[in-house]
């Protein structure tokens, strides 16, 4: 395999990750995501740090995966949690250790800001391979259920 280089996401990659978040909502909940508002939502989070970034994975400047990372204070830690959402790998390049490096990264770079206590994530009860590839890079589950409204 060539060689993937990961980097922070910019603003000319908003179309790779439209369409990333687009294909990763069908593929998880066969959810059709609009997406003006998603081309929104993407920019407005590239174009404002406060609320998070995205990293790519690329191969010969080809975007083929990604990452979003978003930010949780805690108030018991005196600390920032990362977020780890939008995970999404093209499905050639799946299974060759990708998200590993995206993570590798995510974890470098929250080095960098002395203020991250944790990295979290959610997934699917049924997404027994993405679990099991979260477990293998040292996460864990938690004794949290998710709510939502």
Same mark, same amino acid.
């Given at each position: 395999m060539e060689k993937?280089? #990961?980097?922070v996401?910019q !603003?000319?990659d908003?179309t790779? *990750?439209?369409?990333?978040n687009?294909?990763?909502a069908?593929e998880t909940?066969?959810? @059709?995501?609009?997406?003006? #508002?998603?081309?929104? =939502?993407?920019?407005a *989070? #590239?174009? +404002?740090?406060? @609320?998070?970034f ?5 191969q010969?400047d080809i ?6 990372v978003?930010?949780?204070?805690s108030d018991?830690?005196n600390?920032?949690?990362w977020w780890v959402?939008?995970v999404?790998i093209?499905? +050639?390049?799946?299974r ?5 490096? *995206?993570?590798a990264?995510?974890k470098?770079l929250?080095?960098q800001? !002395?203020n991250?206590? =944790?990295?979290r994530?959610y ?5 027994? #391979?993405?679990q099991?590839t979260?477990?293998?890079l040292?996460?864990?589950p938690? !004794? ?5 409204e």
């Amino acid at each position: 395999m060539e060689k993937i280089n #990961i980097r922070v996401a910019q !603003h000319t990659d908003v179309t790779s *990750l439209v369409n990333f978040n687009q294909l990763m909502a069908w593929e998880t909940e066969q959810k @059709k995501l609009d997406e003006n #508002i998603l081309t929104k =939502g993407v920019s407005a *989070l #590239i174009l +404002d740090e406060n @609320k998070g970034f995205y990293l790519v994975a690329e191969q010969n400047d080809i975007v083929v995966g990604s990452l979003m990372v978003t930010t949780e204070w805690s108030d018991w830690r005196n600390g920032v949690f990362w977020w780890v959402q939008s995970v999404y790998i093209t499905p +050639d390049f799946r299974r060759q250790g990708i998200y590993a490096q *995206l993570y590798a990264q995510v974890k470098t770079l929250a080095e960098q800001q !002395h203020n991250v206590c =944790g990295f979290r994530l959610y997934v699917e009860k049924e997404n027994l #391979i993405a679990q099991k590839t979260y477990e293998s890079l040292g996460m864990q589950p938690t !004794h949290y259920f998710m709510y939502e409204e």
